[in-house]
């Protein structure tokens, strides 16, 4: 039986590798010329589902794992040829410590970036929304802002209480360090009560984010590449027009 | 901990009991992508994990399709 031989490659030479990628892609694809993808200039990072961090979450959750998503970023950084990132959201939240990190990490970039929530982006995808340069927001899409939950086994004493207050603090803080809402706007959405069936919370739609500040525009696809693009010119512009 | 607006007991026994085929994350001339193993040398793509728009436009790589997939012991 034929083995595909892609695994050990790398230890072929040039010539030979070309070769045995051609063999390759025709036991697998059945063809010899496999469309091979044209480069963009726009670096395009889909968060969906589960933001999965240091748990592993059964599999019948759709996840967004952080150790796929940081290597990109720092890829899209480093990578000569990518000129701005864009962020799609549509998520449910997740993993504390690895949705402030992928948010640290887009508000990091030197490059230009958009955010753009579509469906959703909720709980700790609201960071993640507000980490980019411009952020931009379905008409249809929400946000919920809702205090964060203490699961497992919980001593009952005020050192818990504490922990947790911490915790809440440090999202609450990127949220207001990158975007326009006012803390006491931020923190009377997030501890309301009597809208959320079963939390305390809001959930803000479309409109109704740009409004209070946390969201800079209504839009879609269009709007997010647009604005990219504008940025994208501005900085090559800003460099004395050379691609940097 | 997780802030999300799934309650964790969802998150984590809803559907556990289902078995789901075995998946694995591979990499094909540089696309990240999750497949679902069939268990005969192909695997079917379940999802790309990829950066770049234009991989997404690659018939080849449409989710659904079966590609031919064994590890190689050596």
Redesign the interface.
């Known amino acids: 039986?034929h083995?595909?031989?892609?695994?050990?490659a790398e230890t072929q030479p040039e010539d030979e590798k070309k070769r045995s990628a051609a063999v390759e892609s025709i036991?697998?694809?059945g063809?010899t010329t496999?469309?091979?993808?044209?480069?963009?200039n726009?670096?395009?990072?889909t968060i969906i589902g589960?933001v999965e961090g240091h748990?592993v979450?059964?599999?019948?959750?759709k996840t967004t794992k952080y150790e796929?998503i940081i290597p990109?970023l720092v890829a899209?950084e480093q990578n000569p040829k990518i000129e701005g990132v864009l962020v799609i959201l549509n998520t449910?939240?997740?993993?504390?410590?690895a949705?402030l990190a992928i948010a640290e990490m887009i508000a990091s970039l030197s490059k230009p970036t958009v955010t753009l929530v579509l469906g959703?982006g909720?709980?700790?995808g609201v960071p993640i929304a507000v980490s980019a340069d411009w952020s931009i927001i379905a008409e249809t899409a929400t946000m919920?802002i809702?205090p964060?939950?203490l699961?497992g086994l919980v001593i009952g004493v005020p050192q818990t209480f504490e922990y947790l207050d911490k915790?809440q603090e440090r999202?609450i803080r990127f949220i207001l360090n990158h975007s326009r809402i006012s803390e006491e706007e931020l923190k009377s959405l997030m501890f309301k009560t009597g809208e959320l069936t079963?939390?305390i919370g809001t959930t803000v739609i479309g409109a109704d984010a740009v409004k209070k500040g946390l969201i800079d525009q209504v839009g879609g696809v269009a709007e997010a590449l647009r604005e990219l693009n504008r940025r994208i010119e501005e900085r090559k512009q800003a460099a004395g027009g050379v691609v940097s | 901990m997780i802030y999300s607006i799934v309650p964790v007991e969802e998150l984590f026994f809803e559907g556990w009991e289902n078995t789901i085929a075995p998946r694995r994350d591979i990499t094909i001339e540089g696309v990240t992508m999750q497949v679902e193993m069939l268990g005969d040398g192909t695997a079917r793509i379940i999802r790309l994990i990829s950066p770049n728009p234009y991989d997404y436009t690659n018939p080849a790589w449409m989710p659904g399709s079966i590609i031919r997939y064994a590890p190689k012991f050596d």
């Open positions: 039986m083995r595909i031989p892609y695994l050990s036991q697998q694809l063809q496999v469309a091979t993808s044209a480069d963009s726009i670096y395009c990072l589960q748990v979450l059964p599999p019948q959750n796929h990109q899209a449910v939240g997740g993993d504390v410590e949705g959703g909720h709980s700790i919920t809702h964060i939950r699961n915790m999202v079963r939390d």
